[in-house]
């Protein structure tokens, strides 16, 4: 085995990397590709990979972040909406080896993939991820929705139609490249964040790089691709995710407040799911958390994990002091519904004492 910087992986690794992931039983999430692991990489100079051979081939790639005192972590924690090891289908691994081979005393994900067999067992909590299956076509998708939610759907498009008299015709762009839209919509996020009190990912210089970054990779399995809905020509909702051929990670949806009466972000991820069947996308992956929006958009969930898998000694213990705590607090809340929903009112009544 032998530890690599995310830059340092050779054409012939990386096509590996790819092969193992069309073999696996996983949806080809672009959060997974190699691509990813390269721009976090250049914006997080903790980042490494692990790759694993068996005599000249590489069978396997762990990429992971070390930090200054040995914790490790899944490739871009906090931000990555996939997590775990690229691995040849049936390898025999020991995870704690594998930890010591990167020199981590720990290795936590909050998004692990539920193939992944070498870490599930050192989960600590299950979680639901909500996808949208487009697989059969969008009018498909529709006649599912109509079934499941008749309200939603129905309400949703009058309101597109109502903008488009209202405020301007209309369009939809499934990939702008304009650098503008993609400044708006982070601006928009930035500005839902604090009203919501939560924290400001892009205030975080490494987030703000990495989304820029993404936004100029067009590889097959994991491009940058921002979708924004203009009514006249003033865009009015946008999101920005990663693609591959068969999955579309959703991942900063936001949209202009003073249309919020019209739902754009609603409409707009109606049209973004239109446009991913088209170009023969079969699912759009929304992320882990729940929201009502999710609810009436998803036709399914798919299990994701969060914990760590920890090497005996002082760094297992280092480990639980920093993330154990805030994370069972977490969990407490979540699981308690009118608990949760009194936590988000407290944090929007401290971001309004905030503004004021």
């Keep these: 085995m032998r530890v690599a910087g995310p830059g340092e992986l050779g ?32 914006v997080r100079p903790q980042a490494r990979i692990a790759v694993v051979y068996e005599g000249p081939e590489p069978v396997g790639f762990l990429p992971y972040e070390r930090g200054p005192l040995g914790q490790g972590r899944a490739i871009g924690l906090g931000v990555s909406d996939a997590q775990g090891a690229i691995l040849r289908p049936g390898l025999d691994l020991d995870a704690g080896r594998l930890l010591k081979a990167c020199s981590v005393s720990s290795f936590a994900f909050d998004n692990l993939e539920a193939e992944q067999r070498l870490f599930v067992r050192y ?4 979680h639901a991820t909500y996808v949208v299956d487009v697989e059969k076509g969008y009018e498909t998708y529709e006649s599912v929705l109509r079934a499941q ?5 129905k309400t949703t498009l009058a309101k597109e139609r109502r903008l488009g008299r209202q405020a301007g015709e209309t369009r939809f762009v499934f990939d702008e490249r304009d650098p503008a839209a993609l400044r708006t919509l982070m601006e928009w996020k930035s500005a839902q964040y604090r009203r919501t009190g939560r924290q400001d990912r892009f205030a975080r ?5 990495l989304v820029g970054r993404l936004a100029q990779t067009r590889a097959p399995e994991c491009g940058g691709t921002l979708s924004v809905l203009y009514a006249g020509e003033r865009p009015v909702a ?4 990663l693609r591959s051929t068969s ?7 936001a949209y202009d407040p003073e249309f919020a009466k019209y739902s754009p972000g609603l409409v707009l991820h109606l049209r973004m799911a239109e446009a991913a069947a088209a170009e023969g996308i079969g699912m759009l992956d929304l992320g882990r958390g729940a929201a009502e929006y999710k609810d009436a ?12 898998v920890t090497r005996p000694g002082a760094g297992a213990a280092l480990h639980w002091l920093s993330r154990e705590p805030a994370r069972r607090a977490h969990s407490f809340v979540r699981g308690r519904p009118r608990l949760a929903a009194l936590a988000a009112r407290t944090l929007k009544g401290a971001a309004r004492l905030r503004r004021g």
């Excluded at 990386?14 to 959060?31: G, I, M, T, V």
């Excluded at 210089?205 to 790089?209: A, G, M």
């Excluded at 999955?247 to 949806?253: G, K, N, Y």
């Excluded at 958009?297 to 760590?308: D, H, I, N």
Aim: hydrophobic share 40%; proline share 9%.
């Design 247 to 253: 999955v579309l990670a959703c991942w900063f949806p």
């Design 11 to 42: 054409e012939g690794e990386k096509e590996r990397w790819r092969a193992l992931r069309a073999a696996s039983e996983a949806p080809r999430n672009p959060f997974m590709e190699p691509e990813f692991t390269e721009a976090v990489g250049l």
């Design 149 to 153: 939610s008749p309200k939603f759907l």
């Design 297 to 308: 958009l998803k036709t399914g969930e798919l299990p994701v994990y969060e914990g760590a």
């Design 238 to 241: 946008a999101h920005f995710g």
């Design 123 to 126: 989960a600590a909590e299950e």
């Design 205 to 209: 210089e490494w987030i703000t790089r």
